[in-house]
């Protein structure tokens, strides 16, 4: 799927905030509004964008635990494990993955304790054969 490099842009500017007024999105990019309100709507129709989500403050995020869980999955289990990872709210995104293992879940939680217990959730999901998991200490680069 290619983009107009004139979307770019406008595709930065919603990353930054999805909930951006055209009006104000038309401003910085010095276009029209009726320009940027195509844009937004071919963009959307042909599925370069899919919604428009919520970004978390900095401030509320430094007090979440996040963690990487690397997970291995049964023979014919990630399906059934994927199904069953998309309905706990704190795995925050999921990958599937080459390597040692089949899918890494980036989950977070307000303490450890609820950290270890969403660790040993994962762990005995229907799929699972076994999980590693990384606390992350920092974020270095976020784009």
Do not use: C, F
Not at 44 to 49: A, C, D, K, L, S
Not at 109 to 132: C, F, K, N, Q, W
Request: net charge positive.
């Amino acid at each position: 799927m290619t983009i107009d490099s004139a979307d770019r842009p406008l595709l930065a500017l919603l990353t930054e905030n999805a909930r951006a007024p055209v009006a104000e999105l038309s401003r910085k990019l010095g276009l029209s509004r009726t320009t940027v309100q195509s844009r937004l709507e071919r963009l959307e129709r042909r599925g370069v964008i899919v919604g428009y989500t919520t970004k978390l403050s900095e401030q509320y995020e430094k007090g979440l635990i996040k963690a990487h869980v690397m997970i291995t999955a049964g023979p014919k289990g990630a399906p059934r494990a994927e199904a069953e990872l998309r309905k706990i709210p704190e795995v925050q995104s999921l990958y599937s993955v080459s390597g040692h293992v089949d899918m890494i879940a980036v989950i977070a939680a307000p303490s450890i304790g609820e950290l270890d217990r969403l660790i040993d959730r994962i762990g005995a999901l229907e799929g699972v054969e076994r999980t590693m998991s990384s606390i992350i200490l920092s974020t270095r680069i976020l784009r």
